[in-house]
Nanobody, 127 residues
């Protein structure tokens, strides 16, 4: 089992920046593919970014949705068993609950491919 706990959400003004974190426990973190998803009220859960684990060939491969590419950056610190999402140039449409997810080895864009989920952290961008 893998336990994931997100932190770092909050209220930020449009154009500002925020970094959310996800701390993992219960399994060797370096082998896990990690993803960030988000969900706004009334909407489906949406892929944001992902990063592969050590078992997926060259580790550290990243994927981004078109809506956040060039604004958001996903990165990981295996020594701290933590994955981060740095969010810059935030827009009101980025407002959502941001969820951390984990799977074996690979990065992916489909929520169904992930085995473990955190409870989420709220990010609100004001205009």
């Amino acid at each position: 089992q893998v336990r994931l706990v997100e932190s770092g959400g909050g209220l930020v003004q449009a154009g500002g920046s925020l970094r959310v974190s996800c701390a993992a426990s219960g399994r060797s973190f370096s082998w896990l593919g990690m993803g960030w998803f988000r969900q706004a009220p009334g909407n489906e859960r949406e892929f944001v970014a992902a990063i592969s684990g050590a078992g997926a060939g060259a580790g550290g491969r990243t994927l981004y949705s078109d809506s956040v590419k060039d604004r958001f950056t996903i990165f990981r610190d295996n020594a701290k068993s933590t994955v981060y999402l740095q969010m810059n140039s935030l827009k009101p449409e980025d407002t959502a609950v941001y969820y951390c997810a984990a799977r074996s080895f690979q990065a992916g864009m489909r929520a169904i491919e992930y085995d473990y989920w955190g409870k989420g952290t709220q990010v609100t961008v004001s205009s």
